[in-house]
Every structure is written in C-alpha cells, then in structure tokens.
C-alpha cells in the first residue's frame, strides 16, 4: 500500500468541510423588536418545531440603536442588543431551538452602521479625531473630497434648516460633560475635537486671572495651563502615522481624565469654564454673539450641513442614500475581525448555524468576504492555525468548480438576480435568499394570454404610455440627479483624473464624462459586476457592460461614441499603452467602486420608484422581478428548478419576506385578474366613475392621478380580508389607516406628484381625503362594491397561494416560512408587513388541526370550506413540512422531473432510491371553472389525466385517500381533486 501524499490527506480532510454541519430542511423567519424580543420568540418555539420547520432564521439581534424595529442599524457588532432581552434571555433562547432540535440561521449587515445616534462609538471616535481616528479607516469615507471645505472633514448632512440659521437660532449648543466636551443638537451629541478645546481652556485662565502662589486655585491653575500645553502637543487630528495616531488615542484620554479630576476637585474652576461654555452658545437674536461657536465648530472633523446637501456634498459612502447608515470597509480585515468576532464565537459555540447577509451587492468585494468567513470558520472546525492546511483551503476555495467549495457554514446571500442572471459559482455560498424562486412560482398565476387586454386597459384608464424598460431608465437617471447625485459626482471626477492621465482622453471634459457614467448606469443590465483588484471577474460580468455601453449609446447619439468607448475600456481594465502602476491600480479602485454605485442606483431606481410608477399588473411588481415580463411559463419555472438543484440545492426558496412589497396571497389574488381582463376592465371604470366625486383639483391636475387611483384599486383588492368586513367590524378603521399610509408611502416612492426629499403637501392632502372620503363608508357603493368583488374572487385567491405554498416545499432548495404567513398574509409592505404575528391563535388552530388528522379527508374538507380563517393553509404547510422533516435527502437532493401537463394543472416529481413523490396543483382556477364553482374539484376536470411516471398504489398526503394508476400508468384528475384542490401523491412501494 502506498502512502498518502501530503495533498490527498489534507483534501480528504478539508473535503469533510465541504457539507454545512446540519443541513436545513426549512426556515422560519422571526421579526425581533424590542415588543417581540428573545422572550416571546422563545415561547413561539414550540408551535414551530411542530410546524415542522428545522432553523429558526430571525432578523438580526447584534446590538442596535435604541427602538430600532429591525435590527439593521447596527451600533456594536460585540454585543447582543439589549432591547431585545440582552445576553441571558438570548441564552435561553438559543438553548430552546437546541433543545427542540433546530437550528439558527442569523440575519446580518455586513455593509454599514447606524451613525445617528450617540452610541456608535467608532463614529464618534472619528468624529472627534478625524483621520487620525483609530476607526478612521473602519468607514468608507472620502478624506479629500471635491468641495474645499469638507477636506479632512466628514460632512454631516443633520440640520433641518440651513447651517447659519440653526446656529443663530441657537439650536446648536456647546456642551461640557465632565472633562469633555460635545455639540449638542436636540437630541444628538457630537464630540468636540481635543486642540479645539484649547482657546475656551484660555479664555477661562484669562478669566481666572491667578498669578500668586499663594492663591488658593493656584496649583489648580497651574494644572489647567498645563493640561493646556497637552494639549498643544497633541498630535493634528490629520495625522496617519500609526504610531503618533497610537500616541494621539493614549494621549486625549489622559488629558480628558485630567480635565474630569480637576474639574470635580475645583469648583471654581468649573464654574469658570461653564462661563465660557455660555458665552460660547451665543444670544438668538444677537448674530456675532454666535462667532465663537461659529469658529469652534470650523476646527471640528466634522462640517454641519442642512440633511438636502447630501445628494451632492456627502463624502462618506451610506446605505443605498440613508444618511444615517454609514459603509463600512468590510474588506479590510481589521474591519472584517472587530465585526465578526462575537458572531464567530456564537458559532463556534452552536448557537448559530447559519447566516443570511444582507445587501452583499454594497460590498467592495464580496466573493473575498464569503470566502473569509467560510475560512473562519473552517479554521474553527480544524482546531487551530494549521499553516499546511489553511493554505491549502485557500487553494480549495480558488477553485471554480461548485462541488469542490468547501462550505462548512451555511451562508445565504439577499441578491437579487435579473432574468437571466446567474447566481456566481465561484462564491462559497449556499445560495439567495429567494426573490428569483418568488417571483418564478408567482408567475405562474398570471395567465400571459391576457397581456395585451390589461396592457391596453392600463394605457386606457391611465394615460402612461412608457414601456416599463423606459420607466426603469427614466426613473434610475432621476435617483442619480437626485439623491445619489455624490456617488455620481465622485465617480466622474475620478474619471476625469484618469483622462487626463493620457493625451488620447485629456480633453474628455468633466461635464460629458459625467453624462456617459449616467447613461451606462441608466441601462446597466444588472445590479452590478464582480471585478476584483486582480482582475478576475465573474462569467458575464464584461457582456453586461458591453450591453449597458452599447443600450447608452443609442439612446444618446448626441454624445460622442469615443467617449462611451472610453469608460467601456477603463471598466473593462483594458489600459492604455505604457500606462504606470499607479495609474493602472487607480483604474481598478475606479471600476469597483464603479460597480458599488451600480446596485444602489438600480434598488432606489427600480424597486423604490419604478415598482411604484409602472401599475399595470402590481403582483408582478415584487422584489427581483420584472413587471415588464408578464409571467412565467412551467417550462421556464421548471428550468429554475432544475438549475437549483444542480447548483444550489441549499438555497433558499421563499414567497414572503421582510422587504416583499406585497403579502403573498395579496399577490396571488391579484394575478387572478389577469384571468379576467374584461370584468376588470369594466370594474376599475365603474370604480372611477363612482369615486369622480371624491377627487379634487391640485395645481390644474386631479387627485389621485389616474395611475395612482389604478394602483389603489389593484391594492384594496389584494388587501381586503377574506372574511370581508360586516357594518360594525372594530377592524374596518384600522384596514383604512393601513390603505391610507400605503398609498402616501405609495406616492412618494414614486417621486411624481410628491416625494420623500420635496413632499407636495396639497397633493398629499387631497390623497388622503380622497381615501378617506371613498372608504369611510363601509355600507357605501364603492365599499360594498369591492367586496363584492372580493368575495367572488377570494376562493380562486387562495386557490393560487396554496398552489404556489405546496411548490415552494416541494421544488429544490430550503423553503422560508415568514412571520405569520402560516395564515393568509395580505400585508403590504413594510412596515405594514412586520407587524406582530398572532402566535397563540395559530398555537390554537395547530391543535385543532392535530386533533382531526384521524380522518384527513373530512379535516381537509372542512378547512376548505371555513377557508377564509387560514387554517387551511397552516394545514398544508404542517403537513408538508413534517414530511420534508422525515425524509430530507429526497427534498434537497432527490431527482427532479416535470410532468407534461395541460394548461390548467402544474405537476412535477421528487425521486430519491426509492421515494417518489408528485406534486399536483391547478392553474387559472377562475377561468377552468367559469366562475361557476369555488374551487376546481371534481367533475370540472372531466376526462383529463394526469400521467405518473410510474404505475401503481399513491397516498394523497393532503387528504389521506388512495388512488390507484396501475392499469392506465395515470391518475383522473377528478379522482385527484376530488375534495381538496391540490395533491401531494407518495407512490407506494410494495
């Protein structure tokens, strides 16, 4: 027997690596808030351990700022946020899911912190040190940027009015607290930088005026002058030589102990310099009292700013274009292990399995990142720095094929992927969060035969002609003049130095340079590219930018083709002849952070503006999708299918998320309407034509627009309950406000009429009186009219959702259950859609559902009849998910075969050894049916069979009834559905 080479024994352990520890076979997702803490998630448990979900996936829970509702604002990645219950009740909490046998899967932002708030205190750290701050290269902030007097300084866009007339009113205010001092403004505190400190320390020894030695305050005084001269020789607060910026950290806080001590010991001296602190804060009313404050704050590392200066003059990059959420470095590993190190331990120690990331795409180099925690974590597995063997997993997870990345930790990543996008093989990951599975299965509904029929009622009713690709680019150019109008700037002036660089581009001028950045970004195909500094890139990453140059060009034959040309050639690292170093390192620090720009722009462009403008269909209008494609067909949602379990048979499948704009079964109902586009064709006039007199005039123009009013009759629709709404119901008030805050968020989203930055208030109002003046009536002919509606179309609604919930357990990947979707969720989006689940009224229809699984057949008929409540639809997903439970291998890597079926049925099977299973569901229920029955059951289908694969005995799990394909190798679809409206056949084996 020969030996093992070094390689073949390292690769045979690392190959152990390649599998995450447990492999999840569903998820929950939790909403923790500091009303839903770790304490109430703790005694949800139970309930979802008998759903049959195996992780529990919750939003994230590293310490954030104080009442954040959904933990992405992040202020301390080493601790666990303390509104949520703090260490101890987490404690519990993670011993729970252990206890009951599941997993945890964590959401976490990687990108970027909350600065809004005095509590961050990297932020404030660089605030008061600026570059010469410890954490100064923790955020992504531009030190020299274009405007002069933002230069060492970070520009912080906070004040609600101009800076000069907040300082002179006296909103701003100089503060002492102990030995230090801050600038107040409300409730924010900025700390004041150490030499600054320096000319209020003068002004109160002047005032002080000891000289004797015999003076009582005389060796107090003699502290102050030399406390003084500390100061002096403090290191500048632009240093970054890393031993004086070491020495500059030491030194302020000695100095600030100092100050603390001698303030405390001499009262006089206190109230000396609290004086001064007065006269510093100036008399409203009096403009030159306010100079001395004025001066102070011209030394800081900061420059106050009116919030509207931000679009053009910020100089740290943010969060999409929230100001309050800064970037952070994330590929600088000091970053990387000051944020990643509790998390790190609380996996190493089973309280997480896994780890969902949030906005990967704001990353400067995100397969490096996936790649570092996976090594982290392998690192932890193996015991320790093995040189030998580290090295050669960095080698591993160079290489590019899929089934050979070790990926011992399971990692999800929110991307969303545009049609035809392929997720990177190549990033140590176990897929998406979901969105192309969501929109895939929800496709499936929207029956593509009516596209040109809605089209042309949309144009009809309301007036919007513009393609949906035009609207994208419309809306993406308006986000870069708008609200990430820096981000732009900061990329042309940096592509202007770069021109210059070379006699064949000096002439570029700044003006046209920043047109073509525009233009290629306003058709950019995706949300970005992956080029790394050594100049590997993804797959297809350099058609996308030979498409979005050559898309820009034609729709700008005004602007020169060499300059388009250009920018193509300096993203694409093709550089120019003789080019130097450093001149070829700043073209690839160009285009990466070139395609950082690129994700916010299409998020902000398309899901928060477009998603809004264009309203034709809006249950295509969700996260990843593409109204503009109207549907999907089951060859394309099975090719999908297909592709995942090759790939990405861990990935998750989902249907309802955080951030969906609309509820799940909102969006199932609504893609009803397509089966009818003549009935609501005469609906939305005969809606319009009743609801003529609640409109009014603003600036000449109607109240809603007419797209706007189209959107909110697609919206009530969706929105309204199943149970509908009696004279009297308690809750018909609260559905109204609901309605009412959706369409103003609606609208301003849409930026039109009104928008976040610059709200019409007149335009508003008369929105909301419209809303108000059509709904306040429940007993009124709109009200009673959509409810009408409604109730005709509700049954053929939750027909959809139930079909595409049993898909989404049944197809590859691991399916999501969000909050409360376990009953029918018709939210809107957020907040709407985070609002608290109910978890003792599902506890209880759970058990109910229990008790009569003795008799399936009669418990899935009654559910079906009492539908409206939901219980049938955590029926289907207790069900389902308990089976997926028991037999995983057959769900995540079992066999995957679509069965050819007719228009109204989807079909497919699930193969593993000797398990199979099929998936039966119908499609364009209303249309089968005529609208002459509720649900497609029985004699509707006729004579159609359903051809199984495989002839013999099958068990409906939904219903517990046999069905027997032995002679004719197919199923009737009358005996299929006969008393329930989708099936889940288990062949059984003899």
Partial sequence: ????????????????????????????????????????????????????????????????????????????????????GGESAYEAFTDEI???????????????????????????????????????????????????????????????????????????????????FFIRYYEKLLPVAPKSVIPILEKTVETLAINSPEDDQYLDGQELQSIITALR??????????????????????????????????????????????????????????????????????????????????NYRRFFDVNDLAALRMEDPRVFQATHAHILNLIAAGRITGLRLDHTDGLY?????????????????????????????????????????????????????EPGEHLPTRWAIHGTTGYDFLNAVGGLWVDRKAERSLSATYRRFTGVTESYEDIVYRSKKQIMRGSLASEIAVLAHALKRLAENNRRSQDYTLTSLTAVIIETIACFPVYRTYLEENGRREEHDDEYIEQAIEAAKLRNPGINTSIFNYLRDMLLLRFPDNVEDVQRQEQIRFALKFQQVTSPVMAKGVEDTTFYVYNRLVSLNEVGGDPGIFGTSPAEFHAGNLERLRIWPLSMTSTATHDTKRGEDMR??????????????????????????????????????????????????GAWPMEGFDGNSP?????????????????????????????????????????????????????????????????????????????????????????????????????????????????QLLQEIQAGLTDRRALARNLLERFEDGAIKLYVISTVLNFRR??????????????????????????????????????????????????????????????????????????????????????????IFAHFPLALLRHQTV
Avoid at 389 to 402: A, D, N, S, T
């Fill in 1 to 84: 027997m020969t030996e093992k080479q070094p390689d073949q024994t390292l690769d045979q352990g690392i190959d152990g690596l390649c599998r995450p520890e447990r492999l999840p076979t569903s998820t929950y997702r939790l909403q923790l808030t500091p009303q839903f803490g770790f304490a109430q998630a703790r005694a949800a448990l139970e309930y979802i351990a008998a759903l049959g979900v195996s992780e529990i996936y919750t939003s994230p829970y590293l310490q954030a700022r104080e009442g954040s509702t959904h933990g992405y604002d992040v202020i301390d990645h080493n601790r666990i946020n303390e509104e949520l």
């Fill in 98 to 180: 252990r206890r009951l046998g599941m997993g945890h899967v964590l959401d976490m932002v990687p990108n970027h912190m909350a600065i809004a708030t005095n509590e961050n205190t990297w932020w404030q750290d660089v605030l008061q040190n600026g570059e010469s701050s410890i954490h100064a290269d923790y955020f992504d902030i531009d030190w020299h940027p274009l405007k002069p007097g933002v230069q060492g300084r970070v520009l912080l866009p906070i004040l609600g009015d101009m800076y000069g007339n907040v300082l002179e009113r006296g909103e701003l205010q100089l503060e002492r607290q102990g030995g230090a």
């Fill in 233 to 314: 020789n403090l290191p500048s607060r632009d240093e970054r030589d890393p031993s004086r910026i070491e020495e500059r950290n030491r030194e302020k806080e000695v100095i600030r102990r100092r100050l603390d001590t001698l303030f405390e010991q001499s009262a006089t001296i206190r109230s000396a310099v609290d004086r001064v602190v007065a006269e510093y804060n100036g008399r409203p009313g009096d403009p030159h009292s306010f100079d001395l404050l004025d001066c102070l704050l011209g030394e800081q590392s900061y420059r106050l700013s009116f919030w509207k200066v931000a679009t053009e003059e910020i």
């Fill in 365 to 417: 180099a995100p397969r490096a990142y996936f790649q570092r925690l996976q090594l982290e974590r392998c690192r932890q597995l193996h015991g320790g720095d093995d040189p030998a063997f580290m090295k050669r997993m960095q080698e591993r997870l160079e290489e590019e094929q899929v089934p050979r990345i070790p990926r011992p930790l399971y990692l999800l990543v929110e991307k969303i992927l």
């Fill in 668 to 717: 199932a109902r609504i893609s009803v309407l397509s089966e009818m586009p003549a009935d609501w064709r005469g609906l939305v006039t005969h809606w319009n034509r009743i609801n003529r007199n609640a409109k009014r005039e603003v600036q000449g123009q109607p109240v809603p627009s007419n797209n706007d009013e189209y959107l909110f009759y697609q919206t009530l629709l």
């Fill in 731 to 843: 809750d018909y008030e609260s559905f109204v406000e609901r309605i009412d805050a959706y369409m103003l968020k609606a609208v301003r989203e849409a930026k039109r009429r009104t928008g976040w930055i610059t709200p019409n208030e007149a335009y508003e109002q008369a929105l909301q009186q419209f809303v108000q003046k059509v709904l306040k009536n429940p007993r009124g002919r709109f009200v009673q009219s959509m409810q009408t509606v409604v109730r005709r179309l509700a049954s053929y609604g939750a027909c959809n959702s139930l079909s595409q919930l049993l898909l989404k357990m049944v197809t590859p990947g691991v399916p999501d259950c969000y909050q409360g979707s376990e009953l029918w969720d018709l939210n809107l989006v957020d907040p709407d859609n985070r609002r608290p689940a109910d978890f003792e009224r599902r506890r």
């Fill in 886 to 975: 028991e037999h995983p291998d057959l769900f995540l890597f079992g066999d995957y075969q679509p069965i050819r079926t007719g228009e109204h049925v989807l079909a497919l099977e699930r193969i593993h050894g000797s398990e199979r299973i099929i998936a039966v569901v119908p499609r364009f229920a209303l249309k089968l049916t005529e609208g002459e029955a509720a649900w497609p059951l029985g004699e509707v289908w006729g004579n159609t069979v359903l051809n199984t694969p495989v002839a013999g005995r099958y068990e409906n799990l939904l219903t517990g009834e046999q069905l027997d394909s032995s002679d004719s190798h197919g199923l009737p679809m009358a005996e």
